[in-house]
């Protein structure tokens, strides 16, 4: 199965701070997939990167996915309160026919603090 | 516009009473899931639809079943709730499988 792992598990910064959060997985990736969750609630998708090399941005966070496509970053510049959440990556996994899962990282919690 | 709703947001059943929980969605895509997260853990697949075609994980428990009577919604069936079953449960939607999947707000299932 295809495991993902997050780093760092959690991390506390100031406002207006930037910050890099990493995705690892040990298979070759083929669709990965940066959802933000807040406490209660349910995942909001942000980006979603397939090509080696490939960057997406939106407003102030930038994803990247490594020419190798093993490993993801997520950067948000100049951090504010309303960035604070868990951030999941998740990776596409062929299942068979026309079915695919997505498997979670356990997520990284951002706190912003004013 | 929230496009794919979940009701209720919060559930409290008695253990051992069957429970239902539904999702809707007004985006028309083909693929259903539903999903168990506790607390501090990612996201777990239970079972997903792609249209009428049920895929079950292997590791979801026999207690656990599903239905999709049309495209726009889906409902999740606990039979016999255990104090192991309480979680968010959350649903999704996508075009198709290896395309990015929509939640909802999820449903938060106490068992008392």
Excluded at chain 1, 28 to 33: E, I
Excluded at chain 1, 47 to 69: P, R, V
Excluded at chain 1, 75 to 99: K, M, V
Excluded at chain 2, 40 to 46: G, N
Aim: some cysteine; glycine content about 8%; proline content about 4%.
């Amino acid at each position: 199965s295809q495991e993902l792992e997050q780093s760092p598990q959690s991390l506390i910064v100031q406002e207006g701070k930037n910050l890099t959060i990493n995705c690892t997985s040990s298979k070759t990736l083929y669709g990965l997939y940066w959802y933000k969750q807040k406490y209660g609630e349910g995942l909001i998708f942000l980006m979603m990167l397939q090509k080696g090399g490939e960057e997406k941005s939106h407003e102030k966070i930038t994803a990247k996915l490594d020419e190798k496509k093993q490993q993801s970053s997520l950067h948000i510049t100049a951090s504010q309160p309303s960035h604070a959440g868990i951030y999941l990556c998740g990776a596409d996994r062929y299942s068979g026919g026309s079915n695919y899962k997505l498997t979670f990282g356990k997520g990284t919690l951002l706190t912003v603090n004013p | 516009d929230a496009m794919v709703i979940q009701n209720p947001r919060y559930q409290v059943t008695q253990f051992g009473k069957p429970v239902t929980l539904s999702c809707s969605q007004t985006l028309n895509h083909n693929v259903m899931y539903w999903y168990q997260q506790k607390s501090s853990q990612a996201p777990k697949l239970l079972f997903h639809y792609y249209d009428k075609d049920f895929n079950n994980e292997a590791d979801t428990p026999d207690n656990f079943q599903s239905r999709r009577p049309n495209t726009s919604f889906c409902f999740l069936d606990i039979r016999s709730p255990g104090l192991g079953d309480a979680a968010m449960y959350l649903c999704a939607t996508s075009v198709q499988g290896n395309q990015p999947q929509h939640f909802g707000d999820g449903t938060r299932l106490s068992i008392l």
